[in-house]
T-cell receptor
Framework: DAGVIQSPRHEVTEMGQEVTLRCKPI?????LFWYRQTMMRGLELLIY????????DSGMPEDRFSAKMPNASFSTLKIQPSEPRDSAVYFC??????????FGPGTRLTVL | GDSVTQMEGPVTLSEEAFLTINCTYTATGYPSLFWYVQYPGEGLQLLLKATKADDKGSNKGFEATYRKETTSFHLEKGSVQVSDSAVYFCAPSGTGRRALTFGSGTRLQVQP
């Protein structure tokens, strides 16, 4: 398996623009997570899905953030409008039945 | 929900020194326990795991023993190398928010 796939790997955008991050979990995994990592806050859980259904989105910082999982093999995290303080590395991760979590390589987002 | 507490970093050691990073868990049952490692510029990856009490996980010279009596899963390595410089995260299995909250981990810096 190719592991968790994220795109793009790097994104530079201007404040106010819409940003969409994409994730393909490992085939057969039933849980998917979106994390944000910064030096100040460490690795924060934003939202997670079980069987494509959002279970806990209490970590989503604001209404500007939204996540979808239309099927078992694809998820998106959207920021609209983006702000400089959203600059971070965003990780997608997946697991099966709550065991080992597999992380993607991350998307480094810079909002100017 | 299940959760862990690990020591704050950074930990700075000289090459060939002995390493211990403390991790204690709080759980209603006996979850699997994991240590993840994040090398610079990469996502988290599994370092080792233990699935039940008294199990010892080991990989790349690192070891951790799942101790029920002290609810601990401390990470140890007898002789660290500069290439071990990374951030280390302790985590239990499970899909609850507390189990999935990785936080800042423990940063290890090994000096030549």
């Amino acid at each position: 398996d190719a592991g968790v796939i994220q795109s793009p790997r790097h994104e530079v955008t201007e404040m106010g623009q819409e940003v969409t991050l994409r994730c393909k979990p490992i085939s057969g995994h039933n849980s998917l997570f979106w994390y944000r990592q910064t030096m100040m806050r460490g690795l924060e859980l934003l939202i997670y899905f079980n069987n494509n259904v959002p279970i806990d989105d209490s970590g989503m910082p604001e209404d500007r953030f939204s996540a979808k999982m239309p099927n078992a093999s694809f998820s998106t995290l959207k920021i609209q409008p983006s702000e400089p303080r959203d600059s971070a590395v965003y990780f997608c991760a997946s697991t099966l039945a709550g065991q080992e979590v597999f992380f993607g390589p991350g998307t480094r987002l810079t909002v100017l | 929900g299940d959760s862990v507490t690990q020591m704050e970093g950074p930990v700075t050691l000289s090459e060939e020194a002995f390493l211990t990073i403390n991790c204690t868990y709080t759980a209603t049952g006996y979850p699997s326990l994991f240590w993840y490692v994040q090398y610079p510029g990469e996502g988290l990856q599994l370092l080792l795991k233990a699935t039940k009490a008294d199990d010892k996980g080991s990989n790349k010279g690192f070891e951790a023993t799942y101790r029920k009596e002290t609810t601990s899963f401390h990470l140890e390595k007898g002789s660290v190398q500069v290439s071990d410089s990374a951030v280390y995260f302790c985590a239990p299995s499970g899909t609850g928010r507390r189990a999935l909250t990785f936080g800042s981990g423990t940063r290890l810096q090994v000096q030549p």
